[in-house]
Nanobody
Framework: QVQLVESGGGWVHPGGSLRLSCAAS????????MAWFRQAPGKEREFVAG????????YNADSVKGRFTIFRDVAKPTVYLQMNSLEPEDTAVYYC??????????????????WGQGTQVTVSS
């Protein structure tokens, strides 16, 4: 089993920044891909960004390109999501997820086996 614990959510004004963290523990060798998803009230859970543990390859959803950056610290092991220029539309519960994937970085939630409990991000004036 792999355990994922998110932290760093909160409330921020539009245009502000937040950094989310996802600490992984347990049998992390069973995973090679980490990702962030988010779910707003009344909406489906959607892919935000993903990263490979080994080669640091990343992929971001179009809605966050140029604003969000995903990166990882293999030694900890922890994955981060740096969110800049936040907009009210970014308000959601953000989830960390892990998977073993033979494809580059999957964007479908069904590809991910392990999930964190989620952390709330609210962007509002």
């Amino acid at each position: 089993q792999v355990q994922l614990v998110e932290s760093g959510g909160g409330w921020v004004h539009p245009g502000g920044s937040l950094r989310l963290s996802c600490a992984a523990s347990g049998r992390t060798s069973a995973t090679n891909t980490m990702a962030w998803f988010r779910q707003a009230p009344g909406k489906e859970r959607e892919f935000v960004a993903g990263i490979k543990w080994t080669d640091r390859a990343t992929y971001n959803a179009d809605s966050v390109k140029g604003r969000f950056t995903i990166f990882r610290d293999v030694a900890k092991p922890t994955v981060y999501l740096q969110m800049n220029s936040l907009e009210p539309e970014d308000t959601a519960v953000y989830y960390c997820a892990a998977a073993w994937s033979l494809v580059h970085i999957p964007t479908m939630r069904q590809a991910y086996n392990y999930w964190g409990q989620g952390t709330q991000v609210t962007v509002s004036s």
